[in-house]
């Protein structure tokens, strides 16, 4: 394989002109509904309700009930108009395209009085027209008039139904979303509000050329032996009117000890009809050159800059794309199990799981829902991109889900995953109904595939495709009343989600594995038809489990699986998050018709009381009933994934499961949910118990129905655990004296959980007087979190005083430019179960909700703007558990 230096680039060139019809000086938006009551001035890339906010129209939407009562937004229509100049000088290229990142989502565009140069109806799709006839120099209008989704949602409902008919009406939502090619969390989920938006939600800009540009670029990533193979596909595109392409394309690389690669091709070809070609050059690279890319918590996540050029023979105009590439391999391993675990139970099936570089690593995580109701914004809050990812990246996570009742992130979010390693189990945006098959839908989704699986191939973090979330057990489960006309809604199903969406995915992005659904039985659903007999198969694929009857602390209630790829519990946010809602004090009362129409659950606050009133003590009449029910909520939702997760991880031992990623990571809106984090970014105590059960190296006990223990040692390293000692510490609720010691030897192979030789109970106790501290020293083991067993449920402890703390904050550091680090140091008297800190500085400490079993403890407080380290001190608000 020869390179070449690249020769063109020492000629003079002129980049492809890009006009920006982003709002600025320039350029001037304005919105109006039909009738001419409500207008203003717009923000481009915005959405209606952004603007209608900013111009004071409607209040805070996410305040009290103002999802309900601005539905009227929803429901007009919003005609979006943009003045702005174009010169003559920019009127002379060849090729003039309007180019549309993302319009939400029915709509049509005029430009200067013409008739319509189109119609759309897809928020996940680019548009791009040919305006070259349209445009005049000196001040052009652009006019882009949106439908209310609402209303075309029913329209198209009314020609092609597909069920279900609408959302429950505790969602206080909107019907038939999955009409439309839009997020379907905008008609409201069980966690979040409807907000049937409108807008221009990504950027939209003039392309002005003459040769071609760049619009997608793929690379294709292959181990040879010791060396990699990588190839880059450019998808070149001009106007369809332009028959012929005659340049150069040119890539070229940085790898390790500051060398580039590079190499290039003359291209000399004929367009297709729609004036596209795809050309590919491809260039080996010595193993020696390259770091592989690692998942967080596996290694460093290396990334390489890819430059992707091509130089038009006409005036030299220049094209091109960087992006950065990481070099590993992956794939999902479906082989039979008996391989691993004999021919036994859980010997039936096959595996599943990630195999990364060769390894196969158990992918620790949780569900991505969009970071914000409105999508626009979603898009452009980068600080809670950052936040968000970066907790999940801090405690431990190595993979999100990003659900398919969203939309296709950002390139910026995908670009974050890349720098912190976190792979991506992408969902195609279909989620919890079944879907029309028209023609016209097919057509618009085949669209979308195509482009999104073009814009985000080149992505390291990105894992696995998977075609829907949920509508393969919504079939054959019967969700949606279909079981009459199953065979028809099977037919559809794999029309869809086979037949269409299928071969796009294998013709662009060969290397990735295109799950046919999410949950499914993997190769075993394809196998059974695409809709398995019970795609929930424990012996097959990845499931979601939820239970909210049965008693949420007891490892032994929880089914086996492969993969978890959802499962979770509510709880509340904290009131200052709910504060932010309402300013109503009376709102915040479990009774009140605020909480009641946040909660979108049927059964209301009825399953977070039963699991919380089983193991805590909370007497109706208490002073504090309504911060109490808050504050064990989380505890409740805390403990209950602590423990769903550890059983996940020991189920590597015996049944091999590979994955827990669980329901859900992020909130749109201050309501009782699944999160771990608020809206506004409060760690609940989930996400900080998450930073431990998600430990590399933890030891994870399971109390058995006979009072034994069985005690497995959890290892997520490269290397084995020897030597290791486990020391088991009984405790009085009534000392931080242990009142007995135990220590055994542990040890557990490389990437592996195992069952330790432990014999192991506590029949020589009260267990109502005691509990079980679990801590592990081993060889090479910095941090390994310690662990715990209450044999019963607190409620029934006795022994457990109400401590007496202080705090203290001394120091502060700075880490770098905008990390301070503040040590807080903690003093109690006594225990303390689920010692809480909070503050309303911004910033998090580094772990909460502690199980105090030492009069000192310290931890440190992160935020980015310095306070004294006294206001953070008296700052500090303290809750803990008493009976
Ligand atoms: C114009 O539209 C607004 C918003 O939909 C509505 O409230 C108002 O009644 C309409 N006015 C007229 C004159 O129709
Ligand atoms: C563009 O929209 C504005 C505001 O609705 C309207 O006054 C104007 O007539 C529209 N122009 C075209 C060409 O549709
Ligand atoms: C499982 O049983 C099959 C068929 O009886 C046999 O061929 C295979 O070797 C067995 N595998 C293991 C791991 O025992
Ligand atoms: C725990 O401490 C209390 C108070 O000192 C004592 O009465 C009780 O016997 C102790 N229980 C155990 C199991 O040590
Ligand atoms: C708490 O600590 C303070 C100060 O040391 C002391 O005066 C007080 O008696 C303690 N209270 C209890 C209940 O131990």
Same mark, same amino acid.
Request: glycine share 0%.
């Given at each position: 394989m020869r390179t070449f230096v690249l020769l063109c680039s020492v000629l003079t060139t002129i980049d492809a002109k890009i006009i920006d019809l982003s709002s600025s000086d320039r350029v001037t938006w304005t919105f109006v509904n039909k009738n001419g009551s409500v207008s203003g001035p717009a923000t481009v890339p915005g959405g209606v309700y952004s603007d209608l906010q900013k111009a004071g129209v409607i209040g805070d939407i996410l305040s009290r009930d103002n999802d309900v009562l601005t539905r009227w937004v929803a429901l007009d229509t919003w005609t979006y108009t943009a003045k702005f100049q174009v010169s003559k000088g920019d009127l002379e290229s060849r090729v003039i395209h309007l180019v549309l990142d993302g319009l939400d989502t029915t709509a049509f565009i005029v430009v200067n009085d013409h008739s319509p140069i189109g119609a759309v109806n897809n928020m996940f799709v680019q548009y791009v027209f040919d305006i070259k006839p349209t445009l005049k120099a000196g001040e052009n209008v652009l006019n882009i008039t949106f439908l209310s989704p609402i209303v075309a949602a029913e329209i198209r409902s009314n020609k092609a139904f597909a069920p279900p008919e609408c959302v429950p009406s505790v969602y206080h939502g909107e019907c038939h979303a999955n009409q439309l090619r839009k997020m379907q969390a905008s008609f409201a989920w069980d966690w979040g509000p409807a907000f049937p938006s409108v807008g221009i939600w990504r950027p939209v800009y003039i392309e002005a050329y003459d040769g071609a540009v760049i619009r997608w670029v793929t690379t294709h990533i292959k181990r040879v032996e010791a060396d990699w193979s990588l190839t880059v596909r450019a998808y070149i595109e001009t106007s369809k009117k332009v028959t012929k392409i005659d340049g150069v394309l040119s890539i070229a690389i940085k790898v390790e000890g500051k060398q580039t690669l590079k190499k290039w091709k003359q291209v000399n070809v004929e367009t297709k009809a729609d004036g596209t070609v795809v050309e590919e050059i491809e260039l080996l690279i010595s193993g020696n050159m390259i770091r592989l890319w690692w998942p967080n918590g596996y290694g460093e996540p290396t990334l390489y800059d890819l430059h992707v050029h091509l130089t038009s023979n006409i005036k030299s105009e220049d094209s091109y794309k960087d992006l950065k590439v990481g070099f590993r391999t992956i794939e999902i391993v479906e082989s039979p199990a008996s391989e691993i675990l004999g021919n036994t139970t859980a010997g039936k099936g096959l595996t599943f799981y990630f195999k990364v570089n060769g390894f196969p690593l158990f992918m620790k995580g949780s569900n991505w829902i969009?970071? =914000?109701?409105l999508p626009e914004l979603g898009e452009s809050d980068k600080d809670t991109i950052d936040n968000l990812l970066t907790a999940a990246h801090d405690v431990n996570m190595a993979m999100l889900r990003v659900w398919g009742g969203g939309v296709y992130e950002s390139d910026y979010f995908y670009d974050k995953c890349d720098q912190l390693g976190i792979l991506i189990w992408q969902d195609f945006m279909f989620a919890c109904s079944m879907y029309p098959v028209d023609p016209p839908f097919l057509n618009i989704v085949t669209q979308e595939i195509e482009q999104n699986v073009l814009r985000l191939q080149h992505h390291a973090s990105i894992a696995v495709w998977a075609g829907n979330n949920e509508n393969e057990v919504a079939l054959r489960g019967n969700w949606y009343e279909t079981s009459t006309d199953f065979k028809k809604y099977e037919e559809d199903y794999i029309k869809l989600y086979v037949d269409t969406i299928r071969p796009i995915v294998a013709d662009i992005d060969p290397e990735r594995r295109y799950l046919v659904s999410s949950p499914s039985n993997g190769i075993e659903s394809e196998q059974e038809g695409y809709v398995a007999s019970n795609p929930y198969d424990p012996h097959y694929g990845d499931t979601h489990y939820y239970n909210y009857f049965a008693d949420n602390w007891n490892m032994n209630t929880y089914p086996k699986t492969r993969f978890a790829s959802e499962y979770g519990f509510q709880s509340l946010p904290s009131i200052r998050t709910l504060k932010t809602a309402t300013s109503n004090p009376e709102d915040l009362n479990l009774d009140s018709k605020f909480l009641a129409h946040r909660q979108h659950s049927p059964n209301g606050y009825a399953y977070i009381e039963n699991q919380l009133t089983g193991h805590m003590k909370l007497a109706a009449n208490d002073l504090k009933y309504f911060e109490k029910f808050v504050f064990y909520s989380q505890i409740s939702q805390a403990m209950a994934l602590k423990t769903e997760t550890e059983v996940y991880r020991q189920g590597q031992a015996d049944w091999y499961t590979m994955g827990a990623l669980y $329901?859900?990571? =992020?909130?749109? $809106?201050q309501a009782p949910s699944w999160s771990g984090i608020e809206y506004g970014g409060r760690w609940k105590m989930l996400h900080y118990f998450a930073k431990s059960f998600f430990a590399p190296v933890l030891v994870s006990p399971r109390q058995l129905a006979s009072d034994y223990i069985d005690v497995y040692l959890l290892n997520d390293r490269f290397i084995p655990v020897v030597d290791a000692v486990i020391t088991v510490d009984i405790y009085n609720w009534t000392s931080f004296t242990p009142v007995n010691k135990k220590q055994f030897p542990g040890n557990a192979d490389a990437l592996s959980a195992k069952l330790q030789d432990i014999d192991m109970n506590y029949w020589d106790y009260k267990k109502e007087q005691i509990f079980l501290k679990f801590s592990l020293e081993a060889p090479g083991v910095k941090w390994s979190p310690s662990n715990y067993i209450f044999p019963v449920p607190l409620k029934s402890i006795v022994g457990l005083k109400t401590p007496n703390i202080t705090i203290t904050v001394a120091n502060v550091v700075m880490r770098n430019k905008d990390k301070l680090e503040y040590t807080v140091n903690i003093e109690v008297d006594s225990i303390v179960l689920f010692l809480w800190l909070d503050t309303d500085i911004k910033g998090h400490f580094v772990d909460n909700g502690f199980i105090v079993t030492e009069p000192k403890l310290t931890v440190q407080f992160i935020c980015n703007k310095y306070v004294a380290p006294r206001d953070l001190q008296n700052s500090i608000e303290l809750q803990y558990y008493v009976n």
């Open positions: 969009p970071s =914000n109701i $329901w859900q990571l =992020n909130d749109v $809106w």
